[in-house]
């Protein structure tokens, strides 16, 4: 009898062991989980951010709650409640408005996590919450910079296309997205302040925000056309959606170097339009606009680049419990304030990672077609 209750006893350990072994391994191979709320997947930029995230997921076997909030900041702040009540800890965000990233914040925080705040910049206080927030996106100003350097190259090699005949003045249109976003206002006051920098006079023509959408894009240019025709000598937009949306605007009125041939750029400035629009984002459309010569020019906003930035940093949360000081990307994290919200705070600039902008014109474009 005893040898039978011993015996009971070492199969009971055994049984017991094997269990919590068993336990041991399932926690250990646990999936990570990480929650992505995103702005408005609509917007050809925000959709490539999206699928690269879940392509970084899939290779990392991350569990990836993706939600869409179809540019609602109260919906996006009930997909963050659902989140955090299924137990998810750690985030990449494209916010709707600056506004709500504090707030954000501080609920990951109650809950032990950390977010990435991509696209849209978040505020200082957001980043202020803890040491676990952090901004992966890229500094809006240079993106109007660069559209300010490459249309004075563009108009020093091609001065015959200035309506007015000054070389020094130039009369613009401007396509903003949504107003007071980030982008639309650092965008468009560096692009400004590029030209002007450069010499010129800035008049503009006509402006108004086409929330980042092709179609409306085009309705306003379709109504500046009937309204300014001859008067203008360049088209700016916030993004490549817009600029598109302005360029199918002026294919279909034939406001063209050939109205009777619209395929032909009779004055080799490498567009075949009468005035050169130019954009932001470098999409595929947009290159590939540039590559029949209808789009002149844009900026590459790296979707790839911004998402991957935030996803790693996300991803180090969870397996690592923080990213702070580390690489993401290969990007380190800033030393320096900048003169643009939220790395004008010399406490969180170690908090913020900057993926660069490029130019993307007619001697480079080829490399980012897709």
């Known amino acids: 009898m005893k040898k039978l209750i011993v015996a009971a006893l070492v199969l009971m350990t055994a049984v017991n062991f094997t269990f919590a072994a068993g336990q041991q391994e399932e926690a250990g191979s646990e999936k990570v989980t990480i929650g992505a709320l995103i702005r408005n997947t609509d917007e050809q930029f925000v959709a490539d951010y999206a699928e690269n995230l879940k392509k970084l997921a899939a290779a990392k076997g991350v569990d ?6 179809r540019s609602d900041q109260a919906m996006q702040l009930d997909q963050l409640n659902v989140l955090l009540t299924q137990g998810v800890k750690h985030f990449v965000i494209v916010p709707n408005v600056t506004e709500a990233t504090e707030d ?4 990951i925080d109650a809950v032990g996590g950390g977010a990435a705040f991509s696209n849209i910049q978040p505020s200082v206080e957001a980043l202020k919450v803890s040491p676990n927030f952090y901004l992966a996106s890229s500094p809006e100003s240079v993106a109007g910079q660069i559209q300010a350097q490459i249309l004075d190259d563009y108009f020093k090699a091609n001065p015959a296309k200035l309506e007015n005949g000054d070389p020094k003045a130039l009369d613009v249109i401007f396509l903003y997205g949504q107003l007071g976003h980030p982008a639309q206002v650092f965008r468009s006051e560096a692009a400004v302040k590029g030209l002007k920098d ?10 108004d925000t086409a929330n980042w959408k092709p179609d409306e894009a085009q309705a306003k240019m379709d109504t500046w056309l009937a309204a300014y025709s001859g008067k203008f000598d360049v088209v700016i937009a916030n993004n490549d959606g817009m600029a598109l949306g302005a360029v199918e605007s002026l294919l279909t009125n034939k406001y063209t170097d050939d109205p009777n041939d619209p395929t032909k750029d009779v004055d080799g400035d490498g567009t075949v339009l009468r005035v050169p629009v130019i954009g932001v984002d470098a999409t595929g459309v947009a290159v590939k606009s ?6 002149l020019a844009t900026v590459l906003q790296d979707a790839v680049g911004q998402s991957t930035t935030a996803f790693e940093l996300a991803y180090m949360m969870a397996t690592e419990g923080s990213a702070t000081g580390k690489k993401a990307w290969g990007i380190s994290p800033l030393t320096a304030v900048t003169g643009e919200a939220p790395a004008t705070d010399a406490a969180i600039v ?8 490029a130019a993307v014109t007619m001697d480079n474009y080829k490399e980012y077609m897709q």
């Open 350 to 357: 170690g908090q913020c990672y900057l993926v660069p902008f």
């Open 198 to 207: 450069a010499g010129y006079t800035v008049n503009i023509v006509a402006e």
């Open 104 to 107: 954000m914040a501080k609920k």
């Open 290 to 295: 540039m590559s029949e010569n209808k789009l």
């Open 64 to 69: 990836l709650k993706l939600l869409d909030s």
